[in-house]
């Protein structure tokens, strides 16, 4: 059976390529072109595209026999076999029943009275002398409708070609006989219609062997007539006498290539013609396309292997069993941890920076400068309640008498209570630092993670140790406020004493947070109570100052929407709608006034809980504190009696006594904000650095043995040898296709060529060239030589004396060469001055 020599030197090619993209996982979207076939019925098609197959298997006659498009799909195989995809599951191995197949498939759809359809037949062959490759056998165009055919089965024909061929990766062969004239070709004005530039026709030129004597397509086939950009090739293809006689390929290669051989006018240009040459052209087309996607594909490769290399270093010279490597890596992941671990605490910067949220040191410093403070603040006393508090004192220490005197016990009873409440913050600092000191060794000893039982153990290590140092830091913590509960220092510098203690406190308070009107934070919030007509909720751009907050429609601040004084406002916690994500508080004025427009509260969100957190650190700054949690309804009776019937004396000592405490509690919080970060970084944080600098190793040693601690994860052996297989995968993929570049030769596309001709003369091709006397000089000789072939075709119907003169036309090879260049048309009617003018006519 004669195959495609071309095409079997390519397999290997693209089947070396294959190999190495399917070791390496990655696919490789060469894409070949798909072969489309296009020409007028009996044109030769289905010919043409057996031959480039080199098997015998489409259906053969005269009038339309191609009825349904036939999408051949070539697959690469070891075996060979076809396979329909409306016959899913069967094998056909006898390329007669494929061809007896396609027949009763098409008859099926269409009708066996030359109907047609646009449903393509499927098929797969499968062969090892083939290449991936997609080959489509489109109807011949017809005008006249026979049969069942309808009646527009022109535009029919025409929209079923075009979906096909006007994909970007199709090449178009524009099939035409020899005995019919050109320049009416549907073929080529099809492939002009979607391919303007001609760099994907190669135009076909069959039934050479028909012509009438004395014609020959010479000047057509050596492209100086109606030329295109790719050129035309003629083909020789078996008669269907030969067809019925069962010729065999190979030998109608050889009957080509003896006519071509033989004939005195294309004895010349035989190498350049016939199927073996378009099978040539055709693969050379494959070769191009595959060297044009070979430079992506290794750059592909070279990212590929680039990023690779960085990974597989450690792995290149590994080997799992050598108790050496393990120490060694061991060290190394351990030198790696306490790298690390300092980097997140300190902040001194390292490769893997997170850049979506904070972590680390970068955390734990909002814990001891925002969240503490805020913790701290809300601990802070209700006025209404330490007033009432502080006056049954003063009655109580009284007694049954009446005081003259306002009594310092008083003072020292209500800060002890108020101090006792410092520790519950201070321990939920702990804790939050405990948390992320938790996350930040976990997230270090993710390099370990091919060690699952080394990683494991680090972690317990570490974490059993801060866990230890947590409680020591806590005790450390009540001491601190133990401390502060056992001797009141009343001789404090900062404290205010008895002189000063008759100011106000509102005064004080006042005095102490005017920071001039300065910015303290700008950023997004959303606004949720803004009614139904404005949607309900909107986002908007807020800058917070020590006086005001204002809002704006964006970051720009050009249009300001409110401003908001922060005089007596206060802050609360709003609980989350139903389905929300987001965290929402209020600002809320505490005597009952609106707020904002006719609203008592403004009610404002952020997508996570730190940043609200921020946010109320931020309103801190600007003296808006936080509503305090107390049960207005313990006692309220009791609170009448012990506010509304003090008499004057009372009230002077009850806010002496309040001023005091105020002042004392600003001393003991300042202390505790400075001291409680202190004590957490030196009994914890910096402990667990030096632990993990000086004594995990140690610890590592002693919990058992380093071999089995040092087993590879299966999962880390698998990546391991998967890397290493990639890697040289990749290497190799890249020599291969050096390989291809060197071995294969990638050809220019043509230069463009004066194809106007196509679009004249198929604008209206059912009109007639104009004559030589017309305006357009150099047409005629072009369509009336064209029009010798043509007319010599068309002859035998009419009267044989029309037909006689057109002999003399293409035997144009006698006379002088000089004239038969390129077209320098206005001299070449000077040795057939009479011919073209009788020839017209003959064309109608």
Request: hydrophobic share 35%; aromatic share 6%.
């Amino acid at each position: 059976m004669a195959g495609n020599m071309g095409m079997e030197q390519l397999i290997p090619i693209v089947n070396k390529l294959q190999d190495a993209f399917t070791q390496l996982g990655v696919h490789m979207q060469l894409d070949l072109p798909q072969i489309a076939v296009v020409g007028g019925q009996s044109a030769g098609k289905s010919s043409v595209l057996e031959n480039f197959v080199g098997r015998d298997f489409l259906p053969r006659g005269s009038g339309i026999v191609t009825r349904r498009p036939l999408i051949l799909q070539l697959i690469n195989s070891a075996t060979e076999h076809a396979e329909f995809l409306h016959c899913k599951g069967k094998k056909f191995t006898d390329f007669d029943e494929v061809r007896r197949e396609i027949e009763g498939e098409t008859d099926r759809i269409t009708g066996s009275n030359k109907g047609i359809s646009n449903i393509p037949i499927n098929l797969r062959v499968y062969s090892p002398n083939v290449l991936n490759l997609t080959l489509i056998d489109l109807p011949g165009m017809t005008k006249v409708p026979i049969g069942d055919q309808p009646a527009d089965i022109e535009h029919q024909i025409r929209a079923m070609i075009m979906q096909f061929i006007k994909r970007d990766n199709s090449l178009i062969l524009a099939v035409t006989p020899a005995n019919q004239d050109l320049a009416n070709s549907d073929a080529l004005k099809l492939a002009k219609d979607v391919d303007p530039a001609g760099v994907r026709t190669i135009g076909v030129i069959t039934k050479l062997d028909l012509m009438d004597e004395g014609t020959d397509a010479r000047e057509i086939l050596e492209n100086k007539l109606l030329p295109l950009r790719r050129g035309y090739i003629g083909v020789v293809n078996r008669s269907q006498k030969d067809i019925e006689g069962r010729k065999d390929i190979m030998a109608a290669l050889g009957a080509e290539r003896k006519f071509f051989l033989s004939h005195p006018s294309y004895r010349h240009m035989a190498d350049r013609l016939g199927t073996p040459y378009l099978q040539r052209v055709l693969n050379q087309q494959l070769t191009n396309h595959i060297r044009d996607t070979l430079p992506g594909l290794r750059d592909k490769l070279q990212k590929q292997l680039l990023a690779l290399e960085k990974d597989v270093e450690q792995f290149k010279h590994f080997r799992p069993d050598d108790p050496s490597i393990k120490t060694k890596a061991m060290l190394q992941m351990i030198q790696q941890l306490q790298s690390d671990f300092e980097r997140t605490i300190e902040g001194s910067g390292s490769a893997q920076i997170n850049t979506l949220e904070l972590s680390g040191g970068a955390k734990i410093n909002r814990l001891f400068h925002e969240r503490f403070p805020f913790e701290l603040v809300k601990m802070e006393f209700d006025e209404k309640e330490l007033r009432r508090e502080i006056a049954f004192a003063i009655r109580n220490i009284h007694g049954i008498r009446v005081g003259l005197f306002t009594p310092d016990m008083a003072f020292e009873a209500i800060v002890k209570k108020q101090i006792a409440r410092l520790k519950e913050p201070c321990l939920k600092c702990v804790d939050l630092v405990v948390t992320e000191l938790s996350n930040v060794v976990r997230f270090c000893t993710e390099k370990m993670s091919r060690y699952p039982r080394l990683r494991e153990e680090t972690e317990r290590i570490i974490t059993s140790y801060v866990r230890n140092r947590e409680q020591l830091c806590k005790d450390h913590l009540v001491l601190l406020v133990d401390c502060e509960l056992a001797y009141m220092n009343t001789n404090h510098e900062d404290f205010i004493g008895f002189a000063n203690a008759q100011q106000s406190t509102e005064n004080s308070n006042k005095a102490g947070r005017k920071l001039g009107n300065q910015v303290i934070r700008k950023g997004w919030m959303c606004i949720h109570n803004l009614g139904i007509m404005k949607g309900g909720s909107r986002d908007y751009w807020f800058v917070l100052t020590s006086e005001s907050i204002s809002w704006f429609k964006d970051e720009e601040e050009r249009e300001k929407k409110y401003m908001l004084p922060l005089d007596g406002l206060k802050l609360r916690d709003v609980e989350q709608g139903f389905m929300s994500r987001r965290h929402t508080f209020a600002l809320f004025n505490p005597e009952g006034r609106n707020v904002y427009k006719d609203y008592k509260q403004l009610e404002l969100s952020c997508e996570t809980q730190d940043e609200v957190d921020t946010w109320k650190a931020s309103f801190l700054r600007a003296g808006v504190y936080p509503e305090k949690s107390t049960d207005q309804s313990n006692g309220d009776e009791g609170g009448n009696e012990g506010t509304s019937s003090m008499d004057p004396m009372l009230e002077r000592q009850v806010e002496t006594i309040r001023n005091l405490v105020d002042s004392y509690m600003k001393i003991v919080t300042k202390t505790t904000r400075d001291l409680v970060p202190k004590t957490i970084m030196y009994l914890i944080i910096n402990d667990a650095k030096n632990f993990i600098n000086g004594e995990l190793l140690a610890h590592l040693y002693a919990s058992g043995d380093q071999s089995s601690m040092m087993e590879e994860s299966p999962e880390e052996a698998l990546k391991r040898e998967e890397m290493l297989r990639m890697y040289h995968a990749c290497k190799e993929a890249l020599r291969i296709i050096g390989d291809v570049s060197m071995a294969t030769v990638s050809t220019p596309v043509p230069p463009p060529v004066k194809n106007d001709w196509l679009a004249s003369g198929l604008d209206n091709p059912r009109l007639s060239p104009p004559s030589p006397g017309g305006p357009r000089r150099g047409m005629p000789p072009q369509s009336g030589s064209l029009g010798g072939g043509g007319g010599g075709s068309r002859a035998p119907p009419p009267p044989p004396a029309t037909g006689r003169p057109a002999p003399a036309i293409p035997s144009r090879p006698g006379p002088d060469q000089g004239q038969r260049g390129p077209p320098s048309l206005p001299g070449r009617p000077q040795g057939q001055a009479g011919l073209p003018p009788p020839l017209i006519p003959s064309r109608r």
